[in-house]
Antibody, heavy 120, light 113 residues
């Protein structure tokens, strides 16, 4: 069964840092692009970042560019999102999503999400 | 960036009746090289992650009931639920998957009348 499991969320003060993780199983993780998408409370879906299959190419939404770093460890089947200089507006559920159908931005499998709360 | 605009923001439909959600992109998501529209639809139920329903504008994901269908081309798309069931109550999002950044519509909430 294809599965994505996020972790690493929590309560952090403004200006703090968090590293989110997403462990993949049930597919050849190293072959596919991966994405992070977030959803603020009561709001819609917002794409955050993506990484290609070998980690050599990354892209970020303007809202997190310069403050976040996406990476992956294909040996551990794990995707990461390092988030620094966190702001209240970064409060959201963060989902990782895969692109198993091969279209780089088509998100066909999603994890259940991990919640990040930025508050003093 | 491509802006995705859905309409309506919400709708209430009687059980067994048809529901239609529209999605408009600020530029065409049709690629002439392969004649494919890079448009997807997702369903999100309360407390759950999004679930892919439709991609390439009209291809139903495996396991998705055939009452869900997608249509349209270029910049105008529609998700249709032919006969609304109670389990279809959710928020539906369109998304272009043509390039980076992929962007989502604001969502359409579907309820039972």
């Amino acid at each position: 069964e294809v599965q994505l499991v996020e972790s690493g969320g929590g309560l952090v003060q403004p200006g703090g840092s968090l590293r989110l993780s997403c462990v993949a199983s049930g597919f050849t993780f190293s072959s596919y692009w991966m994405h992070w998408v977030r959803q603020a409370p009561g709001k819609g879906l917002v794409w955050v970042s993506r990484i290609n299959s070998d980690g050599s190419s990354t892209s970020y939404a303007d809202s997190v560019k310069g403050r976040s770093t996406i990476s992956r460890d294909n040996a551990k089947n794990t995707l990461y999102l390092q988030m620094n200089s966190l702001r209240a507006e970064d409060t959201a559920v963060y989902y990782c999503a895969s692109t198993l159908k091969g279209s780089g931005s088509l998100m066909d499998v999603w994890g259940k999400g991990t919640t990040v709360t930025v508050s003093s | 960036d491509i802006v995705m605009t859905q309409s309506p923001d919400s709708l209430a439909v009687s059980l067994g009746e048809r529901a239609a959600i529209n999605c408009k992109s600020s530029q065409s998501v049709l690629y002439s090289s392969n004649n494919r529209n890079y448009l997807a639809w997702y369903q999100q139920k309360p407390g759950q992650p999004p679930k892919l329903l439709i991609y390439w504008a009209s291809t139903r994901e495996s396991g998705v009931p055939d009452r869900f269908s997608g249509s349209g081309s270029g910049t105008d798309f529609t998700l249709t639920i032919s006969s609304l069931q109670a389990e279809d109550v959710a928020v539906y999002y369109c998304q272009h998957h043509s390039n980076t950044p992929p962007t989502f519509g604001q969502g359409t909430k579907v309820a039972i009348k």
